[in-house]
């Protein structure tokens, strides 16, 4: 689920790592996957958190997953540069006029 090129539900049989469950899904999508917060909801109801990038960057093991798991990718937060320019643009204006 998420951002993932494929996102669909995918059973496994067997133990996998995060690497290979994101292959089924068709990997993830590079400019909007947020590798350092990957929700893992385990069949047992609980919850684990993986950053994926760190374990892959620092060669850590990399979080498994077993069959009956839920992976959640979270969207990347993205800054619009735009939005943020034209709001401080007029609330500059509006300052520089009240002087």
């Known amino acids: 689920m998420g951002e993932v090129v494929t996102p669909d539900r995918y059973v496994i049989k067997k133990l996998i ?8 899904a068709g990997g993830w999508s590079p400019k909007t996957a947020n590798l350092k917060r990957l929700n893992i909801f385990r069949a047992d109801a609980s919850q684990e958190l993986a ?6 960057e620092t060669n850590q093991p990399i979080s498994k997953v077993y069959p009956g798991d839920r992976i959640y990718m979270p969207e990347r937060l993205r800054v619009n540069w735009s939005a943020i320019l034209t709001v401080t643009t007029i609330a500059t204006s509006i300052y520089n006029m009240a002087k």
Request: charged share 20%; net charge negative.
């Open 17 to 24: 790592d995060l690497t290979e469950a994101c292959a089924l």
């Open 51 to 56: 950053d994926l990038l760190q374990q892959i």
